[in-house]
């Protein structure tokens, strides 16, 4: 692994996910926006195994959106059921 030089990004893709999960878990959000964020992060994950790189952009666009609360909540007066049954 450190024959290829990136055992140092694999530390930090794993301390940043570390952080991120922590992070969620500490959001006071309803359920299914936590759900949500918690397959980003497992997909994170799964990406960090094949694509190192990849994985950590991701991750930098998922802590982003975190920080920022982009699309954590629905729109008001958006009826995320309606959505389902259609």
Same mark, same amino acid.
């Given at each position: 692994? #450190? *024959? #290829? !030089?990136?055992?140092?990004?694999?530390?930090?893709?794993? &301390?940043?996910?570390? %952080? &991120?999960?922590?992070?969620?878990? @500490?959001?006071?959000v309803p359920d299914g926006v936590r759900a949500a964020?918690?397959? $980003? /992060?497992? @997909?994170?994950? @799964?990406?960090?195994?094949? #694509? =190192? !790189?990849? &994985?950590?952009?991701? =991750? #930098? $666009? /998922?802590? %982003?959106?975190? $920080? &920022? !609360?982009? !699309? =954590?909540?629905? %729109?008001?007066? %958006?009826?995320?059921? @309606?959505?389902? *049954?259609?």
């Amino acid at each position: 692994m #450190d *024959s #290829d !030089g990136q055992l140092p990004l694999y530390d930090l893709v794993a &301390a940043r996910l570390k %952080e &991120a999960h922590t992070m969620v878990r @500490a959001l006071q959000v309803p359920d299914g926006v936590r759900a949500a964020l918690v397959r $980003r /992060l497992l @997909a994170v994950t @799964a990406a960090a195994k094949h #694509d =190192l !790189g990849g &994985a950590a952009r991701r =991750l #930098d $666009r /998922l802590m %982003e959106d975190i $920080r &920022a !609360g982009d !699309g =954590l909540f629905p %729109e008001e007066g %958006e009826d995320r059921c @309606a959505d389902r *049954s259609a």
